[in-house]
């Protein structure tokens, strides 16, 4: 790691819309160091009045769906309007292994060619709590940097998707055009945090497919619970590769932010996400401390043995270890 700055380098930097200190202070938010920890809460700190004005969204699907070339193709439309634009994966099965290949700019050439996008793979963490929260922080950082479309990337496991649609407006959920699958993921609860599906690949072959398994969403759309009131979750064809839809997903994009906008849903989802932010990280430092509690480390791992083989009740044992360092229900 490069060597510490003094807090106001950092600031000045990002506030100028360097991407090198942008960069260098998003390692901050993610050591584990406390002095690191502390000084990335300073620069955060100042820069906060600069946050929350980029549109957020996030962007998932499983692997080979097809989000490094979307992602590609629609940041550098995105770009030629005059955005700037940042992606930040996270890839949920990098956190044992360390290291992400999402993040990787060789998946999205040209976006990691220009300079007017950033990307950054996640933090390879124990929690998905904790990349939650230092994503967030990073992507906080981003828009006091001046980019003004953030892309939370992410692989479609469950858990991670839930992570991501509380840290975005706008949730984007990239299908492949094979229905069967794809109704498997409504049910698996895709559909509880997608905002707008998209379904990739409708090209070619595919592309009779592709209609086919648009129709069978929205049917079965119809049929769910809507997770925003008044929001029927829209259905987009598109083809990444031959770029041919991007416009129609942008523009329903900001249809849902102009819907969210005029009916309040914007300012409530963003204050309960802060809200939440809070919880998140009460929840962490909570867990924090009890790991770190030397008693707690003493007998933790005989506890979780005496609970694995049946001699010793879980919520005994919990309240054993909870009472060493005298946090009680
Ligand atoms: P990711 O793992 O979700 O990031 O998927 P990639 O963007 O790396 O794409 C996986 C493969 O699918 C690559 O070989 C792409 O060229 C191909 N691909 C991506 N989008 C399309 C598309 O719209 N149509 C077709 N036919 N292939 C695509």
Avoid at 38 to 61: C, D
Avoid at 171 to 191: C, R, S, W, Y
Wanted: hydrophobic share 40%.
């Amino acid at each position: 790691m490069a060597p510490r700055l003094k807090a106001e380098a950092y600031i000045e930097g990002i506030r100028q819309g360097d991407r090198v200190m942008l960069a260098r202070a998003i390692t901050l938010v993610e050591s584990i160091r406390p002095d690191d920890q502390k000084l990335a809460q300073s620069v955060l700190n100042a820069l906060l009045s600069q946050t929350g004005q980029s549109l957020r969204i996030g962007l998932s699907g499983p692997p080979g769906v097809g989000k490094s070339t979307t992602m590609d193709a629609l940041g550098m439309q995105l770009i030629t309007a005059g955005h700037q634009v940042a992606v930040l994966a996270i890839d949920p099965s990098s956190q044992v292994g360390g290291g992400s290949i999402l993040g990787d700019k060789t998946r999205m050439p040209r976006l990691g060619a220009s300079e007017h996008a950033f990307i950054r793979p996640s933090p390879a963490g124990k929690s998905l709590g904790g990349v939650a929260e230092k994503t967030r922080e990073a992507l906080l950082l981003c828009e006091a940097a001046g980019y003004d479309v953030v892309i939370v990337e992410t692989v479609g496991v469950g858990q991670s998707e839930i992570m991501v649609s509380q840290l975005v407006d706008t949730f984007v959920a990239l299908m492949l055009p094979n229905a069967g699958d794809e109704l498997q993921g409504i049910k698996k609860g895709i559909i509880e945090v997608a905002d707008i599906i998209a379904i990739n690949k409708a090209d070619g072959p595919m592309a009779a497919i592709a209609s086919r398994a648009k129709r069978e969403h929205e049917n079965a759309l119809h049929y769910s619970r809507q997770r925003l009131e008044g929001w029927s979750v829209p259905v987009v064809l598109m083809s990444a590769l031959e770029q041919v839809g991007l416009q129609d997903l942008w523009a329903t994009v900001q249809r849902h932010h102009q819907f969210m906008r005029d009916n309040g849903h914007f300012h409530r989802r963003r204050s309960e996400q802060r809200t939440q932010w809070m919880w998140n990280h009460i929840q962490n430092q909570l867990l924090v401390h009890f790991h770190q509690h030397p008693q707690v480390q003493d007998q933790l791992e005989a506890v979780e043995l005496l609970v694995r083989d049946g001699a010793l009740s879980p919520v005994t044992a919990a309240k054993r270890l909870l009472k060493l360092q005298s946090i009680q229900d």
